[in-house]
């Protein structure tokens, strides 16, 4: 296992905080991806990239693709766990199942059974908050070790600033279970409600105590000619319980972001680490910020998270965000903390300083 080295020969284990686990429903895991999602241009790539059949099935089970994630995990040089993120269905405010919104279902449930077979791969549920039965689901998936909360509200319909979210938010705060929140312009997703993707819709869950993540760093977003990371920025020293991944930027369209975070120490104050896979990490946004000994030795890596890893370490990124995810996930007040090591050493949490523009 890679980690980082402590004083004593103990290493932190690096967590990836953000990878996606998903299914075609291949024999019967409830998983599935609407048709129609799946002829998006994000989709067509994504299948053909990762070898899956348009309609799974005995060619392609579900558990193959956990299998192939938890190998990627086991040979990594960079990483030694993963949190996989199942996805809920779409909820309207009456908490009523809204079927024909639901592009993409992952079940908590599927999620668990494959964290429980590969001891590497951590469960990140997925909750949407307006169902009838969030509370008593959330309290299921805790005794379960779940490891945080993963919202898209553009796509699943959740809006961050609902009042009547506030049971669940004390709840995630007294449980210390972090909420990752997709910010920023969705690309993978048709998004439904554009109006849900500004950081600023986090406010309420920061105000109760909330550790949110703000995934992708609330990059590529567009309000009042401003880009959303700027608004994530301005939000975060305001909130030390608002944090940013990296995960999902070394892509074409959010290859500038990642650049300027990782030109930038005073912003990395806040961070931590996330790839997004099954997204790929591409290396040509970031040909000319690379030498040419640093490009051939990037371009030789296999494995998608040394890859990912070695390409952000390379455009600046510190140890210290690399550390943040273990830090973060032992403070949870529940089985999941156990399923990462206890280490005597290991840097303590400490609440993220706020950057300084």
């Not at 077979?117 to 779940?146: F, T």
């Not at 608004?231 to 500038?256: C, H, K």
């Amino acid at each position: 296992m890679p980690g980082l080295p402590l004083d004593g020969g103990m290493t932190v284990p690096v967590v990836d905080l953000h990878i996606h686990l998903a299914g075609l429903g291949y024999p019967e895991t409830g998983c599935f991806i609407r048709p129609r999602l799946k002829r998006t241009l994000p989709f067509l790539y994504l299948l053909r990239r990762h070898g899956v059949p348009w309609n799974g099935g005995p060619a392609y089970p579900d558990e193959r693709f956990a299998e192939e994630l938890a190998a990627h995990i086991e040979t990594s040089t960079a990483i030694d766990y993963g949190v996989a993120l199942a996805f809920d269905r779409v909820y309207d405010n009456a908490g009523r199942l809204v079927e024909q919104d639901t592009l993409l279902y992952t079940p908590n449930d599927h999620l668990f059974r494959m964290c429980d077979r590969y001891p590497r791969l951590l469960p990140g549920v997925s909750i949407h908050p307006y169902r009838r039965d969030a509370l008593e689901e959330l309290e299921r998936c805790v005794e379960r070790g779940a490891v945080l909360v993963k919202w898209l509200p553009s796509v699943q319909g959740m809006d961050p600033g609902n009042q009547a979210l506030l049971p669940f938010y004390e709840r995630l705060a007294a449980l210390r279970l972090p909420l990752v929140v997709h910010t920023g312009r969705e690309h993978t997703f048709p998004a439904l409600h554009k109006e849900l993707e500004h950081p600023g819709r986090l406010r309420l869950p920061l105000e109760a105590g909330v550790t949110v993540v703000a995934a992708h760093a609330a990059s590529l977003g567009h309000w009042s000619g401003r880009e959303g990371y700027h608004d994530r920025i301005t939000l975060s020293q305001e909130f030390p319980n608002l944090l940013a991944d990296i995960s999902g930027m070394a892509v074409p369209m959010r290859a500038r972001h990642l650049i300027a975070l990782g030109a930038s120490p005073h912003l990395q104050t806040a961070l931590v680490y996330g790839s997004d896979y099954p997204i790929p990490t591409f290396l040509f946004p970031f040909r000319t910020h690379l030498d040419r000994p640093t490009w051939g030795r990037l371009a030789g890596l296999t494995n998608p998270f040394d890859l990912d890893v070695s390409l952000k370490q390379a455009l600046g990124f510190r140890r210290s965000i690399f550390e943040r995810s273990y830090q973060l996930l032992r403070r949870i007040r529940g089985p999941g903390r156990d399923r990462l090591p206890s280490l005597e050493g290991a840097p303590p949490w400490f609440p993220a300083s706020p950057p300084s523009c």
